[in-house]
């Protein structure tokens, strides 16, 4: 585990962090804040959310408001995705990007209503989205905008059991609220409670956003834990979350998208609206030509664990990519990884290798994602 | 936790059952637990020269790669075959579950290595 820049004492913290110390959970710097990375174990917290329910603290992920008339047209500039497509109570999965098309974050976009929108954006890039937002559409017309990021607790609650589970926890009837899709309803008895059906696990599941103080946050965490506890609930930290979305291939900003990556290498186009309307980044994105190097899945072939930061080699030992992020992966037990690789070398079956702590060991270009959950009638995508 | 009396540790949490010529080496439970779900070991093989304070290999978590530093100066003997396909062996028993035998070069150095309680006294004020 590696220790961030601040100290314990500096690094923040989310109104549940008492609670993850009463747990026991396993702390550790993420992006500055002090957050739990596994409770009982990384394997047995990611296949809880595989098999049954896991629940996770999020709120250090930030929350930013759009309102007013100019709300969709600023959103639009900033935002690589086609947020008119969004009816009121859908989300989608969207990208800002900088004027040369590489990364400033990833970011759910939610429609409330025409001159209402969340986004919802990653914890290590809370300050630098909002300066962002504010230079590129502060002065837009008929647009307010508020960070309300410390305002949320946000719960994840993941799983094949996630719907049973959160149905003991309010009226609202879930099976009408599609992937993507997002209602309010009241929840543990707080009114008004956002509750959207996303995540970043693979699995279906929700996530609810409850005010932050301390005895909301904590009475919430340990009636879901409940409500769990029958189905086999198990409380999840950053580790799992890591391995689950890596199993999913969805991206963790940092790693497969980032201020160095373009939106063409990245492969997440199919998120945005290039070549249909304009968007920060979409100029530079159409002159540029294709990418000379992609994003790929692979799985290891020979004994070993690729991990972030490896050095990718062709067979005959030259350096050639590096793995964006590569881990065990608990559910297929195997070792996989994402990695940027030359576009020659990108067709499925592809081999390659990994320089694991000097020593190359093969691995072979996989088709994306590693893990696709079987769909449910409950939860169909939008 | 009980650490054995039997053994010797070091402060990178590894120990060493000396008895005679042959030594066990293997990491505390205070490592594996530190570790989480161990998935990999990189052993050195039969024959291979170990130095007293070097890196020998590593062990894999999920999260993270852990080295591995020699308690002693010798020559591998023997490894421990069970922890290529079952390596959680490690957590579930860590001083019971030894990585390699080691035939060791000099017996003294295994006498300058800390007891169990001085390892146990060592980690409390690790984890304060």
Same mark, same amino acid.
């Given at each position: ?200 696990? #693979? ?28 189905? #086999? ?27 160095? *990556? ?38 290891? *072939? ?44 990108? @067709? ?33 995508? @939008? | ?29 205070? $490592? ?72 060791? $070069? ?10 169990? $309680? ?11």
């Amino acid at each position: 585990m590696s220790a961030g820049p601040l100290s314990p004492a500096a690094l923040r913290k989310t109104a549940l962090y008492g609670v993850h110390r009463q747990l026991g959970a396993k702390m550790v710097d993420f992006g500055g804040w002090d957050m739990p990375v596994e409770y009982s174990g990384i394997t047995a917290e990611h296949m809880a959310v595989r098999t049954a329910v896991g629940l996770f603290d999020v709120s250090h992920m930030g929350d930013i408001q759009f309102r007013g008339p100019g709300s969709l047209a600023a959103i639009q500039a900033l935002s690589m995705n086609d947020a008119s497509k969004l009816a009121d109570g859908q989300a989608q999965y969207s990208a800002m990007l900088y004027p040369q098309g590489t990364f400033v974050d990833d970011v759910l976009v939610h429609k409330f209503s025409n001159n209402d929108y969340l986004l919802v954006i990653n914890a290590g890039t809370r300050e630098k989205d909002y300066q962002w937002i504010r230079s590129q559409v502060g002065s837009f017309a008929g647009l307010h905008i508020s960070d309300y990021s410390d305002y949320y607790t946000q719960l994840a609650i993941q799983g094949p059991r996630a719907q049973d589970t959160l149905s003991k926890l309010t009226a609202v009837d879930l099976s009408t609220v599609k992937n993507y899709w997002f209602t309010w309803g009241t929840v543990c008895g707080l009114p008004n409670v956002l509750i959207a059906r996303t995540g970043y696990t #693979g699995e279906d599941g929700f996530e609810i956003y409850i005010p932050s103080d301390e005895p909301t946050s904590t009475r919430v965490w340990y009636e879901v834990m409940e409500a769990g506890e029958p189905f #086999g609930l198990l409380p999840c930290g950053l580790g799992a979350r890591n391995t689950l979305r890596l199993e999913a291939a969805m991206a963790l900003y940092g790693h497969e998208i980032s201020e160095d *990556i373009t939106l063409l290498e990245s492969g997440l186009e199919r998120f945005s609206k290039l070549g249909k309307s304009d968007f920060l980044g979409s100029q530079a994105l159409l002159a540029a030509g294709p990418p000379k190097r992609k994003l790929v899945g692979l799985e290891m *072939i020979e004994r070993g664990i690729a991990r972030d930061g490896y050095k990718v080699l062709s067979l005959e030992g030259e350096a050639i990519g590096y793995v964006t992020s590569g881990s065990p992966s608990p559910y297929l037990k195997k070792n996989i990884a994402l990695a940027y690789v030359p576009v020659a070398l990108t @067709a499925p079956g592809t081999e390659v290798a990994v320089e694991v702590r000097g020593n190359p060991v093969k691995a072979k270009v996989v088709p994306t994602p590693f893990y696709r959950r079987a769909k449910k009638p409950a939860a169909k995508p @939008a | 936790m009980a650490y054995p009396a039997t053994y010797r540790y070091t402060k990178e949490h590894e120990w060493i059952e000396a008895g005679g010529k042959i030594g066990k080496v293997g990491i505390t439970d205070y $490592a594996q637990n530190t570790l989480g779900d161990i998935v990999f070991v990189d052993l050195p093989k039969v024959g291979s020269s170990l130095e007293k304070g070097k890196v020998f290999g590593s062990v894999e978590s999920v999260k993270a790669v852990s080295d591995l530093y020699s308690p002693i100066t010798g020559t591998v003997t023997e490894v421990n075959e069970e922890l290529a396909t079952a390596p959680e062996k490690i957590n579930t028993d860590a001083h019971g579950a030894w990585l390699l035998k080691v035939e060791i $070069a000099d017996p003294k150095e295994v006498d300058g290595l800390l007891s169990a $309680a001085d390892y146990e006294k060592f980690v409390k004020e690790e984890t304060h």
